[in-house]
């Protein structure tokens, strides 16, 4: 059984609050395709760090504010 990222993320709550932006456009804007925005959004896959940063652009925030460090990985 594959152990999900440690990453926690906000995207889906950031879509919907803007407009509700499909997973497509998100994806479109940032330069993946839709099935890796579905990924992110369901904790399966980490983005790479210029996707992180891309995403929140897109939001206008900062990259903390889409993405956070999972609490028991604090070692």
């Known amino acids: 059984m594959t152990k999900a990222p440690p990453i926690t993320n906000r995207v889906r709550a950031l879509r919907e609050a803007h407009g509700d932006m499909s997973q497509a456009a998100l994806g479109e804007a940032i330069g993946v395709t839709r099935h ?29 504010d889409v993405f956070g460090w999972g609490p028991d990985n604090s070692a």
């Open 36 to 64: 890796t925005i579905i990924a992110i959004e369901q904790g399966r896959y980490s983005p790479s760090l210029e996707s992180a940063f891309r995403i929140a652009r897109v939001f206008g925030v900062g990259v903390e």
